[in-house]
Nanobody
């Protein structure tokens, strides 16, 4: 089982990026997918989550209205569209997956993690 993130990079403040999380070895349409991020010297924090059918999404207050999480079960991929980026969004972004239900904002809910992708927002 594997999660691979892509799409990170360097962007100016106000810009956009789209991160992808490609899953293999899972029954993808039964997974909840979460995104977390970790800035230097800080704890890994919840960003967004989407349940297996995509009908419910959850966002951290800090990204609500700017980030959108979606999924394409036919492609076994989830997408995090990030708009209006600011330097405070600079972090390594991690994709995570779980077959469990509930507590999607909690790190320990997730059993599988990707290696992360760096997002750097310059001012």
């Amino acid at each position: 089982v594997q999660l691979v993130e892509s799409g990170g990079g360097l962007v100016q403040a106000g810009g956009s990026l789209r991160l992808s999380c490609a899953a293999s070895g899972f029954t993808f349409d039964r997974l909840a997918i979460g995104w977390f991020r970790q800035a230097p010297g800080k704890e890994r924090e919840f960003v967004a989550a989407i349940i297996w059918g995509g009908s419910s999404t959850y966002y951290a207050d800090s990204v609500k209205g700017r980030f959108t999480l979606s999924r394409d079960n036919a492609k076994n991929t989830a997408y995090l569209q990030m708009n209006s980026l600011n330097p405070g969004d600079t972090a390594v972004y991690y994709c995570a997956a779980t077959y469990h239900s509930g507590y999607y904002r909690v790190r320990s809910t997730y059993d599988y993690w990707g290696q992360g992708t760096q997002v750097t927002v310059s001012s």
